[in-house]
Structures are given as structure tokens and as C-alpha cells.
């Protein structure tokens, strides 16, 4: 059974800076890309960033490109989700997403989902 369990979410004032974590079990994790999804209340689903199996490409959207900075550890079969100088409108559910491929991740499709995880900021 896969599961992505995501964590590090939480409160934090708008220009400080979270990590996001989410620990993967149940499958191969470096045969997979990894990625992060957000949704806010009463919005769409939007994607986040993403990284390829082994780590060697990564993919922002263009509101958080030079702010959040995805990684991952095939280790620790966890990927992370740097977020600096986070902003009211980053507030939103994280989600965990792992998938075959990358272009389905930055498309908002994932095989796996995980939980999500609440970050919310204040302005």
C-alpha cells in the first residue's frame, strides 16, 4: 500500500519560511517524479513544483519560482518543499503527489496523493 505522509505544515507571518516533508512508503520512490499541489479555499487545485526521479530536474510555477525550491532524498524515499518569503496568498493545503511522470505532475494529475498538509500565513 502507498502512502505519502506530509508534514511541516503550519502558521507562519508573511516573508518567513516553512519546509515541507513528505515521506513516501509502498513503492519504489525513486522510480517516481515528486511533486507538490496546493488548493486554498473556494479555489482550484494549482501545482506547485516538481522534480524528476532523480533529482536532476525541477519545475515551479511561475508565482513561486526563486521562493520555494523542491528537493529530494531517494535515501529517505522523502521529498521536500523549501518555502521562503511565503505570502498571504500561499496559504493553501499541500499536497504530496508522486507520479510515473513529471508532465503529469505540472499538470495536476498524480497516481499517488498524500493527506495534505495546512500552511497558513499572516499578513
Known amino acids: 500500500q502507498v502512502q505519502l505522509v506530509e508534514s511541516g505544515g503550519g502558521l507562519v507571518q508573511a516573508g518567513g519560511s516553512l519546509r515541507l516533508s513528505c515521506a513516501a512508503s509502498?513503492?519504489?520512490?525513486?522510480?517516481?517524479?515528486m511533486g507538490w499541489l496546493r488548493q486554498a479555499p473556494g479555489k482550484e487545485r494549482e501545482f506547485v513544483a516538481a522534480i524528476s526521479w532523480s533529482g536532476g530536474a525541477s519545475y515551479y510555477t511561475d508565482s513561486v519560482k526563486g521562493r520555494f525550491t523542491i528537493s529530494r532524498d531517494n535515501a529517505k524515499n522523502t521529498v521536500y518543499l523549501q518555502m521562503n518569503s511565503l505570502k498571504p496568498e500561499d496559504a493553501a493545503v499541500y499536497y504530496c503527489?508522486?507520479?510515473?511522470?513529471?508532465?503529469?505532475?505540472?499538470?495536476?494529475?498524480?497516481?499517488?496523493w498524500g493527506q495534505g498538509t495546512q500552511v497558513t500565513v499572516s499578513s
Open positions: 503527489t508522486a507520479d510515473g511522470a513529471n508532465a503529469r505532475l505540472r499538470l495536476g494529475f498524480a497516481q499517488y
Open positions: 509502498g513503492l519504489t520512490f525513486s522510480n517516481y517524479a
